[in-house]
């Protein structure tokens, strides 16, 4: 049994999204990221970065004691290489994986997370005009880097679905609010269709629907609260 810990966001739903195609047994472990529980000593311990999600994995293939794993690509290799599905294990299959996955967490990740931030600022946090041009421009770039991986292959590691596609596909559910209109990027589109009618990756995006806390039912107050937990996090000290 695996224990993810996890909030339904884009990082969190790649980890469903494969779990839920391995067939694999999991339990979801609530971390409300607006109420901080990143921050906990419990979870910690197991993800040091204090971000979701992560993995406590009981029933390890070593058959030693319960093994956990923090960060997103991380967790999906080490998933994947459990269950034997989805990541290749020849030379050149596995670094056509590998360095998709590392793209995504490197750039996909970051700049559309970036992008998402600042578009939904308010006029109180001052003009944001340059950050949601930088920021909008760059992920239109990295859907051409998409698009263009994929007009002529079926998937962005060659013809098999891999990872590389699971951890990339979440990001770009949202393709509207990062101001992007995905009738640009013709290929890229074929490829977002195909993978949104997988029955796992449906299964994957929809888990923990109940959990999340809409923005537009909060007060102003609570909506702050969360934004000072959030964002502009600084060092934390280390234990005594």
């Not at 290749?88 to 590998?98: A, F, I, K, S, T």
């Not at 967490?105 to 970051?110: D, K, S, V």
């Not at 269709?193 to 995006?205: D, I, N, S, T």
């Amino acid at each position: 049994m695996i224990d993810l810990h996890y909030w339904p966001t884009p990082n969190g739903k790649k980890i469903s999204i494969l779990l839920e195609e391995c067939s694999m047994e999991y339990r979801i472990v609530p971390c409300n990221i607006g109420k901080g529980d990143q921050f906990e000593d419990d979870f910690l311990a197991i993800s040091p970065n204090n971000r979701m999600p992560a993995l406590v994995d009981h029933a390890p293939s070593d058959g030693g004691k319960p093994v956990s794993v923090f960060e997103s690509g991380a967790m999906m290799m080490y998933i994947a290489e459990k269950a034997g599905q989805f990541y290749p294990q020849d030379l050149r299959g596995r670094y056509e994986v590998n360095q998709w996955v590392i793209w995504q967490m490197a750039n996909q990740g970051p700049k559309t997370g970036e992008c998402g931030h600042f578009r939904r600022l308010d006029d109180a946090q001052g003009d944001q005009s340059y950050a949601v041009r930088r920021f909008t421009d760059e992920v239109n770039r990295i859907y051409g880097v998409l698009n263009n991986r994929l007009y002529d292959r079926p998937y962005l590691a060659g013809d098999e679905y891999t990872i590389a596609d699971m951890i990339c596909y979440p990001w770009t559910v949202g393709w509207e609010g990062q101001g992007q209109d995905i009738e640009e990027f013709e290929y890229f589109r074929r490829w977002f269709e195909e993978l949104g009618e997988r029955p796992a990756v449906k299964a994957g995006m929809a888990a923990g629907g109940d959990l999340s806390e809409g923005f537009t039912k909060l007060v102003p107050d609570e909506i702050e609260r969360i934004r000072k937990l959030l964002y502009n996090q600084r060092a934390r000290p280390a234990p005594a």
